[in-house]
C-alpha cells in the first residue's frame, strides 16, 4: 500500500505490537505530541521504513526497523522524536557498530537521516546507487562524522540483535489466534485412517 499507517496530529497514541511490511511509506507521522509512543513493532521492507514531520513527537522504543531501502526520512529535515526510553533504543539492520561487552546494546549510537539518506530523499532516482561501493563509503563516513559531534538524529542505545515480538494471531502472518484454534493437519489425517481402517475391519469380520 502507500502507507502502512498514516497518523497525523493526535495526543497520547501508542502504535503497539504491528508489523508494517511492503508499502511505499512503512509510518508516516504528521504531528504527535509528547507521551505518544510506538513500541515492539516491526517496521521492514518498506521503501521508506519511517517518514516523519518536525512535531512528531514520538518516543519509539523496542522497535525493529528492517532492511527498508530508506530507513528513516525527514521532509522537514528535523523531528522531535526520541528513540530510546529506560535506556532502550531500537535494532537497525543497517547498524555497524559493535557491541564489546555483550550487553545486546550497541557501544556506538545509530546515526539516521544522514546526508545520505536526505539525499535520496530529495532525488528518488538515485535510490538505486545505494549499494554501491561510493555511496556507501560516504554513508559511512558521514555517520561516523555525525556521531562524533551528537548531529542528526541518534538512538544512543541501538539494540544489536532483533527483538522478539509477540506476533501470535497477528492477521497475514498465519497465526490462529486465541479465539480460532486449529486442528493439525497431521491430526486431521490420522483420525481419517483410523476412521477408514475401523471400517474396513467390521466389513472384513462380516
Known sequence: TGYGLLVKDVRGVRI????FRRNAV??????AEPGSEALFNEI????????????????????????????????GGRTRAEW???????????YRG???????????????ASAADRLVAAAPELRALRGTLAFR???????????????????????TRPVTL??????????????????????????LVGAAAAAFARGSRR
Not at 26 to 31: A, N
Not at 44 to 67: E, K, M
Not at 84 to 94: E, I
Not at 137 to 159: H, K, N, Y
Open 137 to 159: 563509503l560516504f554513508a559511512r563516513t558521514e555517520r561516523w562524522w555525525a556521531s562524533a559531534q551528537g548531529a542528526g538524529i541518534v538512538d544512543r542505545a541501538p539494540l
Open 44 to 75: 521492514g521492507f518498506n521503501t521508506v521504513g519511517l517518514q516523519l514531520s518536525a512535531n512528531a513527537a514520538l518516543t519509539f522504543s523496542a522497535n525493529n526497523v528492517v532492511d527498508n531501502v530508506v530507513q528513516l526520512e525527514l521532509p
Open 84 to 94: 530510546t526510553k529506560h535506556g532502550v533504543g531500537n535494532h537497525w539492520s543497517d
Open 98 to 112: 559493535y557491541d564489546l561487552d555483550d550487553d545486546g546494546k550497541g557501544d556506538v549510537p545509530y546515526v539516521a
Open 16 to 19: 503497539l505490537e504491528n508489523l
Open 26 to 31: 512503512g509510518v508516516k507521522v504528521e504531528g
Open 166 to 191: 509477540p506476533q501470535a494471531g497477528l492477521a497475514g502472518d498465519g497465526g490462529a489466534g486465541p479465539e480460532s484454534p486449529r486442528l493439525p493437519w497431521a491430526a486431521t489425517g490420522l483420525l
